[in-house]
């Protein structure tokens, strides 16, 4: 962790480019964007335009083309694999829209992954408590199957939060869900990312969703067209 800078993630005239048969194609084109250590940034915009892609890069699940990419003080984009793999397991955690969860794993083993892969003996003490806080105490041994979508969205929360990390990454996480559940999840993605003093980065179409984020960030056509920060 690396809080000498006011931004836990720091996005400079940041381009990705793909090739495809008919040729380049932009996905991100000259996108500037800075995001305070503790703060709930809600991204929003139409399907294609840059937000999944945006998000894998910060993530270091994906190389930029070209700019500059520093997430928790490291230039990510200049990483090796090996460096992005041990940094995404130090500082960020990610819930899926798909939840992702391992179907032959319980809830209480599915939650102990990250801490497992580090080495940690307390890794399943570690997962019951944070099944407690999202209040999964009695489903530790269920497994993705014979939990709701929202029970397993709460799983994937869980997971998300177990290893402390600096940064949350949210990509669609109630989209599987009805609008009830949707609110109940990002109440309690909301909450425990404030317990945590973790920063959350929200991809969201719902916008009763994204209100409930302190900034907003709207892109189109890989580009950011509203960014308070700019």
Not at 88 to 117: D, K, Y
Not at 174 to 189: A, F, P, V
Request: aromatic share 4%.
């Amino acid at each position: 962790m690396n809080r000498n800078s006011q931004s836990i993630v720091a996005l400079d005239d940041l381009w990705l480019v793909l090739k495809s048969q008919a040729g380049d194609v932009e996905i991100l084109r000259g996108v500037n964007l800075d995001v305070p250590y503790g703060e709930s940034v809600s991204i929003s915009g139409p399907s294609g335009a840059g937000k999944t892609s945006l998000m894998m890069i910060i993530g270091g699940m994906e190389k930029a083309t070209r700019g500059t990419v520093v997430v928790a003080g490291v230039r990510i984009n200049e990483s090796t694999e090996e460096d992005l793999a041990r940094f995404r397991r130090q500082n960020v955690g990610i819930v899926f829209q798909s939840f992702h969860l391992i179907p032959t794993m319980t809830a209480l083993e599915n939650v102990a992954i990250p801490l497992e892969l580090s080495g940690d003996r307390n890794a399943f003490d570690q997962a019951r408590s944070e099944l407690a806080e999202v209040g999964l105490l009695s489903r530790l041994g269920h497994y993705p199957s014979q939990l709701s979508g929202g029970e397993q969205q709460r799983v994937a929360i869980a997971r998300a939060l177990i290893a402390q990390p600096d940064l949350i990454l949210a990509d669609e996480p109630t989209g599987n869900l009805d609008m009830t559940n949707s609110e109940r999840i990002m109440d309690l993605l909301v909450q425990r990312c404030s317990d945590k003093n973790a920063t959350l980065i929200l991809i969201t179409h719902q916008k009763e969703l994204a209100q409930r984020c302190t900034q907003h960030v709207e892109m189109s056509d890989g580009r950011i067209i509203s960014n308070p920060n700019r």
